[in-house]
């Protein structure tokens, strides 16, 4: 099974903070990776697909890079509304796999 | 606008079963693949199963393999997942999803907001 191992995995940041999580593959999933937003009591939204490729209604202050084995995360001014765990998984081959998370706090 | 609406879970005992149902709406259903992925309390994400859109196919993780089994019924927009034998392990919060496959990338587009099984003695 493929590892995906985050960083941080917990940060405490403030309004208006540029925020960085990067997301690392045990092996190379070129762009199959995917990141995740998740709120307590609610479910994962899609946040970034093929490693950059925003979907429609994410807002734009989120975006993703990388490629092969190392992945980062950017939110570039962080909202009230961004304060939750996020998730990075690669589509790569099957199982499916998930990074344990980075929960992101308010400073 | 797409919903998934999941039922059938609850507190049962370690070896029973449950078989749990994900409602669908909003979208086409039968040309969609789907999935089911859990989460133990506190703790992260694991993808448990999927299958195509005819059914044809599925798949699943290593964990529950032999002891869940993924369904559908495309006239009826509803995807089930048996869960057999159940262990104190497959405590979790257990999400339907629905499945895009974009630029040769799969990702799960959308959840359901869950139901919890407990499985306790």
């Known amino acids: 099974d493929i590892q995906m191992t985050q960083s941080p995995s917990s940060l405490s940041a403030s309004v208006g903070d540029r925020v960085t999580i990067t997301c690392r593959a045990s092996?190379?999933?070129?762009?199959?990776l995917n990141w995740y937003q998740q709120k307590p009591g609610q479910a994962p939204k899609l946040l970034i697909y093929g490693a950059s490729s925003l979907p429609s209604g994410a807002p734009s202050r989120f975006s993703g890079s990388g490629s092969g084995t190392d992945f980062t995360l950017t939110i570039s001014s962080l909202q009230p509304a961004d304060f939750a765990t996020y998730f990075c998984?690669?589509?790569?081959?099957?199982?499916?796999?998930f990074g344990q998370g980075t929960k992101v706090e308010i400073k | 606008e797409v919903q998934l609406l999941e039922s059938g879970g609850g507190l049962v005992q370690p070896g029973e079963s449950l078989r749990l149902s994900c409602a669908a709406s909003g979208f086409g259903f039968t040309s969609d693949a789907m999935s089911w992925v859990r989460q133990s309390p506190g703790k992260g994400l694991e993808w448990v199963s999927a299958i195509s859109g005819n059914g044809f196919n599925t798949y699943y993780a290593d964990s529950v393999k032999g002891r869940f089994t993924v369904s559908r019924d495309n006239s009826k927009r509803t995807l089930f997942l048996q869960v057999s034998s159940l262990r104190v392990e497959d405590t979790a919060i257990y999400y339907c999803a629905k499945l895009v496959y974009s630029s040769g990338c799969e990702y799960f587009q959308h959840w359901g907001l869950g139901t919890l099984v407990t499985v306790s003695s």
């Open positions: 998984q690669q589509s790569y081959n099957t199982p499916r796999t």
């Open positions: 092996q190379n999933i070129n762009t199959y």
